[in-house]
């Protein structure tokens, strides 16, 4: 449903496995207010959404001055964004078949749309952050899972069911480590955070790297291993850390060439926490996807880092309330600029 005035403030709503948090953003995408309440997934669906219910009721309580026109919910998914009906996620079990949009927009009076969460934070990045003046966005996630948004000519692509965009379960080796979703060698079995802390502890326990900074960071136990660990140990110059890295680089970089031979997006941005740990690393990424891939002209395609970080999910469901991008908009000159 279009809003009815595109010029007043949205609320973006961002529900996650522990947390709901809630933001008024404004037309140019800065979010104004916020807050974060905690989200009850062990209980029935009355309880998860009254979790949602209470932080929307906390931001208009913060300014009761300021009026939003929609609202706008990431949500994990399965999802089904033409009917904001939330059909079985694995970390809100208290939703099955749950109609989100329906609930909201009946006890807010508002419009509401749903989404998942990699879709609405690539519209974001799309309508105001790295994005901006693109056409064609291939947006990617990296965090715990790696999740991500296709958006043609200013609009999300969902596919014929709304199922569309699941980057992160495209293989890149079919003999490789069984993922979540029951496939072999996904890019996220392979690159997502708790893959480079597995990649990190089976080359610690092989090699008994006690010269390792991540040996004194695990305090002597390999199983203890995080990304986040090999990140810290990355950035204070160890060498192992730095191999893991450059390994999930290259895994990185052959998915990512894969996307370019298939869709030859105007830009490639990646955010999420793994992709902040692998910002130095993006000019070898960008020149190892354009070697690998067919398309000649890969390397014209930029990549860059997110402009929203941890308030993504605000953003995202606020985008998806607003207007699309005009369909006149043209896509940027090509450029091999690759953002630091």
Known sequence: MPASNPDGFVIGVDVGGTKVAAGFVDPAG???????????????????FAAVKAAIDSLLAVSPQKRAHAIGICSPG???????????????????????????????????????????????????????????????TIGTGIGTGVVFDGRLYHGRTGAAGEGGHMSIDYRGPLCGCGKR?????????PAIG?????????????????????????????????????????SLAHEVLLETVVLLSVWLSNIVDLLEPDV?????????????????????????????????????????????????GAALCAQPVSRSLPSKAPSAVVSK
């Open 30 to 48: 800065r979010i104004t207010q916020q807050v974060r309440n905690a989200m009850v997934v062990t209980r029935d669906a009355a309880d998860g």
């Open 185 to 193: 060698g996904c890019i996220e079995a392979l690159a997502a955070g």
């Open 268 to 316: 490639i941005i990646i955010g999420g926490g793994v992709a902040a740990m692998l910002q130095p690393f993006f000019a070898d990424m960008h020149a190892q996807i354009s070697d690998i891939c067919v398309n000649s002209r890969g390397n014209e395609i930029p990549l860059l880092p997110a402009c929203y970080g941890a308030d993504s999910g605000i953003a995202g």
């Open 78 to 140: 399965p999802l089904d964004p033409a009917t904001g009906v939330v059909i079985n996620p694995p970390n809100l079990p208290c939703w099955r078949n749950f109609h989100l949009a329906d609930e909201t927009a009946r006890l807010y009076s508002l419009p509401v749309k749903v989404d998942n969460d990699a879709n609405a934070a690539g519209l974001a990045e799309t309508l105001w952050g790295a994005g901006t003046g693109y056409r064609n966005v291939f947006y990617a």
């Open 198 to 238: 597995r990649r990190a502890q089976h080359k610690l326990a092989e090699r008994i790297r006690r010269d390792s900074m991540l040996w004194e960071f695990a305090k002597s136990d390999p199983d203890s291993v995080t990304s986040e660990l090999v990140g810290r140990a990355d950035a204070a110059g160890d």
